[in-house]
Every structure is written in structure tokens, then in C-alpha cells.
């Protein structure tokens, strides 16, 4: 559950939104200062651009013109990893004055050891990656002792005062079994809340083979989501935890979650690179967001179930209509723990997952790149 400051922050500016008539509205903006990390996943499709990009970085003054040009009251710091960046520090502080609720992502790698460069304040939470237990963690990071340093990293945040939230992203091979007693083991250590998303298909990403289809999904997330623990506390919306489960169907709404990089205003999301923008109006204006979502057949979004394209049309059914509004009000003030007689037989009926060999990816100095991508950044 999110603190009721930031619940009625949202909420205020929807129903704004909404009388208004705007159609389109950016309910978090996914703000992506650079794209370099201290780790290369597998199933990443983020690191993989040559050096001189990999070095680029937004300064603090375009990063927070980005935030009063998009206006939305949340802001997703994503990477790369955000704590690569010399000026973090500084960026975060300059979001929290301008008190805007900020999810500085990160893999914990270097929490512990530059925590004292953050306050802990109400707008602020770490939200550090940690894709299930130990040994999938390490799996799907490609680095072996990755879960332990975050798992520090996590319980380093929260005996500092900090807002801790996770972000578990699951592949094909996660074990529905392993990721709840993975959600224990969160609660356990003090995290707030925590988000849990299937991965999208990265064209860039070197492991193609493990990524989820839709059917799949929803029979992995009926099994973890059903029968839930009152102890487990989720940072998303119930009815799209539902749009996971199979039980309600959501067509994504991209604009939503709208990006912003060192290449400008991300078209049309954050998952896809179809081109750029100059300024995020622009972005509105001259995206043909009739050619992304499942329903406009693009093989590309087929498959995606992601929150970044669902959660914001969970909140925009919400505050859409009477009925949304009081379906959503009694899903949190009667938190459902979805009995399901399948889902528990499904849990028990699961095989258990064998990983192979931890995957290395290739180094992103050789990586190749969209030759306007590298003039952008590179000014050649």
C-alpha cells in the first residue's frame, strides 16, 4: 500500500485530468538519466549501445524540465543504474523539493555504500530489483552473490528510514512456489511494498527464449497471486494485479507511462524505440498510438503484459466511470486474497525450475545501434 499523501496526490490529479477531458494523460514519468549499468542481464534490452553512449548522461536542469513539462506526480527513475550517476544525489533532492513522489529503481549493488547521500522523506523510495529468491535472482542478473548484496542493500535502506520497495520482473522458468516465498522473505526484511511484472520481449536482449507469452503469464500469476498472504503488501493497483491473473482485460494505454532519455521523448513507450521527440506535447501530437496495443496487431506489443503499459489503464478505469471507482474503493478497503481452489492445485502440480549455467552477455562496446541514435548523442 502506498502512504495516503501519495495515494490522494494521484488521486486529485486524475480526477483533474479527467475534467479537463484530456484523453491522454502521463500518470508516471519514467525519467532515464543514463543507460550504463554495473550489471548485463540476459534478458536486458537496455545496455546494449557502444561506449560513448554508455557514457552520456542527463544533467539535473534537463531532467527536472522533463518533470514540470510532463507534470505528472510520480516520477520512476529507471536505467541503467541510476546510482552510476555522479549527480543522483542532487537530481533526487531537486524532485523531492519539487515534491513530487519519486521510485529511484535500482539493483542495490552500491545502496549500501551511497546511502548517505539521500534523506529519507516521504517522496522518496528505493525501488530496488530483486527478481525472486537467491538462486533465480542470481539467475536472471547473471551474477552470482547479486541477491545477497541487494537483500544488504534493502535492510541497509530500511534500518536508514527509507521508503524500500522491490520490483520483480519474471521470465519463463519462474517457479510460482519460489517467488511466494520470495514475497515472504521481502515482507521480511522490511520492504513497504512490492511490484511484480512479467518481462517484455527487448528486441536487444540476447536471451530470447525465455520471455513469457500471455497465456503463460496469466497461469504463472494466477498461481503466485492467488491465495495470497494478508502479510504481502503490493505497490500496484489490485484490478491490474487482476489483468495479470486473467480476470479483467486491459488494452494499454503507452502514453501513460511516458519516457524520457538522453535521446529525448521516447516513442512510443518505454519498452519501444520507434523514434523520438522533441518535447513531450510533441510526443502527444505525433505519435500514431493507434499502431501500439495488443488490439492494433502489432507483433510487437502481442505479448506484452507489462505494468509500464497496464497499470495506467487500471488507474484510468478507476476514476473512468462509477463503477470503476467503486470497484477499485472495494478492493482496497476489502483486500481480496483471490481463493482459488485451481491455482493452489496448479501450485502444487508445479515443476520445479532448473537453471542452466548463469548467461554472460556480450560486451556493450560491440554492440550496434540506430546510426540517428548515435548522431543524437554523438553530434557526428
Known sequence: ????????????????????????????????????????????????????????????????????????????????????????PEIVAGLVARKKYVYMCTNALLLKEKLHLFKPSKYLSFSVHVDGQREHHDFS?????????????????????????????????????????????????????????????????????????????????????????????????????????????????????????????????????????DSFQELLDTTEWENYGAKSGNPKCANCMVHSGHEASAVDYNFGSLKGFYETAKKYMFPSTYEDEGAMKLLNEWPKAEHMPLVQIATPATATTKSSELQSVSGD
Not at 550504463?36 to 537496455?46: D, S, T
Not at 521508503?163 to 520483480?168: E, I, L, Q
Not at 540476447?206 to 505497490?235: C, M, V, Y
Not at 493497483?237 to 532519455?261: D, I, V
Request: glycine share 8%.
Open 1 to 88: 500500500m502506498v502512504p495516503v499523501s501519495q495515494a490522494w496526490t494521484v488521486a486529485t490529479y486524475v480526477l483533474k485530468q479527467k475534467l479537463m477531458g484530456r484523453k491522454r494523460y502521463p500518470l508516471v514519468l519514467m525519467l532515464e538519466p543514463l543507460f550504463r549499468c554495473n550489471l548485463a542481464c540476459a534478458g536486458c534490452g537496455k545496455i546494449q549501445y557502444p561506449a560513448h553512449i554508455l557514457k552520456a548522461e542527463l544533467s539535473p536542469e534537463e531532467c527536472f524540465k522533463a518533470v514540470e513539462e510532463c507534470g505528472t506526480p510520480m516520477v520512476s527513475i529507471p536505467g541503467g543504474e541510476p546510482l552510476l550517476h555522479p549527480q543522483m
Open 141 to 277: 542478473v547473471c551474477r552470482e552473490g547479486g541477491y545477497d548484496i541487494a537483500m544488504e542493500g534493502v535492510r541497509a535502506a530500511v534500518a536508514g528510514g527509507f521508503r524500500v520497495t522491490t520490483n520483480t520482473t519474471l521470465f519463463d522458468g519462474a517457479d510460482p512456489n519460489s517467488v511466494r516465498d520470495h514475497f515472504d522473505e521481502l515482507m521480511a526484511a522490511g520492504v513497504e511494498s512490492m511490484m511484480v511484472s512479467p518481462g517484455y520481449t527487448y528486441d536487444k536482449a540476447p536471451d530470447q527464449t525465455h520471455f513469457l507469452g500471455k497465456a503463460r503469464s496469466r497461469r504463472l500469476f494466477r498461481a503466485i497471486l492467488s491465495n495470497r498472504k494478508k502479510s504481502w503488501e503490493f505497490n500496484t493497483h489490485p484490478l491490474f494485479s487482476e489483468y495479470l491473473m486473467g480476470k479483467r482485460n486491459f488494452e494499454c494505454t503507452p502514453w501513460g507511462m511516458p519516457t524520457f532519455s538522453i535521446f529525448g521523448w521516447q516513442k512510443p513507450c518505454y519498452l519501444l524505440q520507434d523514434g523520438y521527440a
